[in-house]
């Protein structure tokens, strides 16, 4: 005989708090953003027993066949998985790190036809926040980038963020490795990505290596990858109707408004 299955429910919502920046840094302005179409799993131990996708709002419904009671947790990843444009992980320790993700409570013998909701969760600085705003700024660049070239196959997009990083943001291939202190920097996660689109699509003849903005003796030959990276991030803020559109802005990454460390209108 085939096993009777019992169904439940799971749904509830995901978001992020971001922090809003102007010329002059942060600008104190910490709201709470959807984390859109992220993968949302359910799991016992290490045992992935249902998953979904998160709407544009944050919100997530999914259903969950099951036979047996469990200790489980509801967890949502940052990682989106697509087949039309730009798939993204973000990861901590390397490439092949954990991804990151915020979770709800363990939900203590749980019984397989009992609906769970698990309310709003909320991935705050320090804790996550940084990762899915790393995440959300690559999907704005994958609007972006699809809406050049049209929907299709894309490579994987990996990001790798955490505190033993390197104080300056890098790509290499499709692997963004953003400066420890630049979880809430979207204008330097979308330079990188501008990287990541002419290692794909294009061509480079750049030395690449350690550049500044402020080196005046730096390789010539830099010029055009490092000023394309720049105008394709800037074109994907402005694509996505964002404010300061024109502004590249570097902070140091603390708390409170202000810790600008550069910034400068690329108009």
């Known amino acids: 005989c085939a096993p009777a299955l019992a169904d439940y429910n799971v ?5 992020y708090v971001d922090r809003e920046f102007d010329a002059s840094g942060f600008t104190g302005v910490e709201p709470q953003l959807p984390i859109r179409f992220a ?52 990861r901590s320790g390397n490439q092949s790190g954990d991804i990151w ?50 929907p299709g196959v894309y490579p994987l997009l990996i990001i790798v963020f955490n505190a033993a990083n390197p104080n300056l943001s890098s790509t290499s291939g499709n692997v963004i490795t953003q ?8 204008t330097v996660a979308l330079h990188e990505m501008g990287h990541y689109v002419v290692n794909n699509f294009s061509r480079s003849d750049s030395p690449a290596g350690t550049h500044r903005l402020s080196d005046c003796n730096q390789n ?30 570097r902070t140091t990454g603390l708390a409170g408004p202000g810790n600008l460390q550069f910034s400068f209108d690329a108009e």
Do not use: W
């Open 39 to 90: 993968a949302v799993e359910v799991v016992d131990g290490t045992k992935i027993v249902g998953a979904g996708v998160t709407d544009a709002t944050g919100n997530f419904v999914f259903r969950v066949q099951d036979t047996r009671t469990r200790d489980i947790y509801i967890r949502c990843l940052a990682r989106r998985q697509t087949g039309s444009s730009v798939p993204v992980d973000v």
């Open 179 to 186: 400066a420890r202190n630049a979880g809430y920097d979207a």
């Open 101 to 150: 993700s915020i979770r709800t409570q363990t939900y203590t013998g749980h019984a397989p036809n009992q609906d769970v909701f698990v309310g709003t969760l909320a991935a705050v600085p320090g804790a996550g926040g940084e990762a899915f705003n790393l995440y959300d700024t690559a999907r704005v660049g994958s609007d972006y980038l699809v809406s050049l070239q049209g």
């Open 11 to 15: 749904s509830g919502r995901f978001v």
């Open 220 to 249: 010539l030959m830099l010029a055009f990858d490092e000023g394309h990276a720049t105008f394709f991030g800037l074109s994907a803020r402005r694509f996505a109707s964002l404010p300061h559109a024109s502004t590249y802005v």
